[in-house]
């Protein structure tokens, strides 16, 4: 099977843009999770779809959205970017929601200018 | 609330001596605790898993780790390291059943001197 896919690699925005992240879990699974990683701050959840409906938030502002398609492919965006912004973005997936094991994507490297 | 601690920012060990990082979460409940290790520019890989079964958890690539409830630890273990082991390893813990997110260390950087 194919592995997690997260489009694009790299991005490279300035501040008050908006920006929109792709990923496309393994084939059959239907949760997807975004993690940041940032040096400062580490990894830390951002938020979990299942089926197409938000399952779980991390403690990030409103800013930071996502979605869910039927297919299981997931978009994060995030409006109005500042300098914090800038991260590597991880996509996770996993066959069911429930402390199944997670596949990560290779992430998404976002530069904010 | 959900944390885990992972001692040592930095570890390095010599090829072929035993590999030893630390992880101490904090819970009142059983946990789910997993390590992951994190190479150069990719994803993260699960390297083993702890879900309640059995105690001492045998992962891939020769790591094991140990869950020790009276230490509120899960220290990850290599016998012997080999120069691929190089890398990020983070220590993840997730305490709810019916959700994916995983609360992760801070990691441990691991360096092999040949």
């Known amino acids: 099977k194919a592995g997690v896919t997260q489009t694009p690699r790299y991005l490279i925005k300035t501040r008050g843009q908006q920006v929109t992240l792709s990923c496309s879990p393994i084939?059959?699974?239907?949760?997807v999770s975004w993690y940041q990683q940032t040096p400062g701050q580490g990894l830390q959840f951002l938020f979990e779809?299942?089926?197409?409906?938000?399952?779980n938030k991390g403690n990030f502002p409103g800013r930071f959205s996502g979605r869910q398609f039927s297919n299981s492919r997931s978009e994060m965006n995030v409006s109005t970017l500042e300098l914090g912004d800038s991260a590597l973005y991880l996509c996770?997936?996993?066959?069911?929601?429930?402390?199944?094991?997670?596949?990560f994507g290779p992430g998404t490297r976002l530069l904010v200018l | 609330a959900q944390s885990v601690t992972q001692l040592g920012s930095h570890v390095s060990v010599s090829e072929g001596a035993l590999v030893l990082l630390r992880c101490n979460y904090s819970?009142?409940?059983?946990?789910?605790l997993f390590w992951y290790v994190q190479y150069p520019n990719q994803g993260l890989q699960l390297l083993l898993k702890?879900?309640?079964?059995?105690?001492l958890v045998k992962g891939i690539n020769g790591f094991e780790a140990e869950f020790k409830k009276s230490e509120t630890s899960f220290h990850l273990t290599k016998p012997s390291a080999h120069m691929s082991d190089a890398a990020e390893y983070f220590c993840a813990v997730s305490y709810q059943t019916g959700a994916n997110n995983l609360f992760f260390g801070t990691g441990t950087r691991l360096t092999v001197i040949p």
């Open positions: 702890y879900t309640s079964a059995a105690t």
């Open positions: 996770a997936s996993s066959s069911t929601s429930g402390v199944e094991t997670q596949y």
């Open positions: 819970s009142s409940v059983p946990p789910y």
């Open positions: 084939s059959g699974h239907r949760s």
């Open positions: 779809y299942f089926s197409e409906t938000q399952r």
